[in-house]
């Protein structure tokens, strides 16, 4: 019997959650193991490859951007978004240093 579990890709921290002022008020509502949905940013000014990571399905109101896939490690799943690879994400895990929220994820390929 095949393996139907998704195919971790990716395991790394999301960026620039300290640049996210809602994020303390909403940091609650976010669950170890919950689907985070990825956005391919391909006009962004300072990342060719930018990927921003959102806490929920898309069209969901109550979805909110966490930040981005690291700036050194998101070329691949860029390329992939790009493609039409149907990529999402998982939190992991979740921790506050300081002022600094902790997001760490997996980005996953969905095996069909």
């Known amino acids: 019997m095949a393996d139907s579990s998704p195919l971790v890709l990716l395991e790394c921290l ?3 959650t300290s ?3 809602e994020l303390p008020a909403q940091e609650k509502k976010l669950k170890v193991g919950q689907a985070l949905r ?5 006009d962004s000014k300072y990342d ?7 806490s929920g399905e898309a069209g969901d109101k109550s979805s909110y951007w966490l930040g981005y896939l690291p700036e050194t490690r998101n070329e691949t799943v860029a390329r992939l978004l790009d493609a039409g690879y149907p990529l999402v994400a ?7 240093e300081d ?3 902790h997001l760490e994820i997996e980005v996953l390929l969905p095996r069909e």
């Open 14 to 16: 999301v960026a620039g």
């Open 19 to 21: 640049h996210r002022p």
């Open 38 to 42: 990825l956005e391919r940013e391909a």
């Open 48 to 54: 060719d490859w930018a990927v921003k990571v959102h």
């Open 90 to 96: 998982r939190l992991a895990h979740k921790a506050w």
């Open 99 to 101: 002022d600094w929220l």
